[in-house]
């Protein structure tokens, strides 16, 4: 996230892309926003790269992320930040992990990212 060059991929042994929360929080309306998150999928596609989508915080923009093949996401629609301390016990009393491709979209049974 942040400023960065698409250089850096052919340079390192990435095997991760994370997309900024300002792309996602303009999936509701923003064609621009969609049509980037569209290639950046396919690059992630085409080069082996999973994809991980920062600051979700609609159903709305779970489903179109899963449309494009992101299926990893970190935002408040699954939960706020929490500390190490509480991780456990949050893991244990609010969580129930789905595979990613599971239609339902509640954020206790979607996948998160770390």
Known sequence: T????LSYILKFPFDKIKIDRSFVTGI???EAARAILRMI????????????????ETAEQVTFLRSINCHQFQGYFFAKPINQRNLAEYFEKEVSLMPADTDQESPKQATRAA
């Open 2 to 5: 942040g400023y960065s060059s």
């Open 28 to 30: 509701a309306s923003d």
């Open 41 to 56: 999928s396919t690059l992630g596609e085409s080069l082996n790269i999973g994809i991980i989508a920062e600051g979700v």
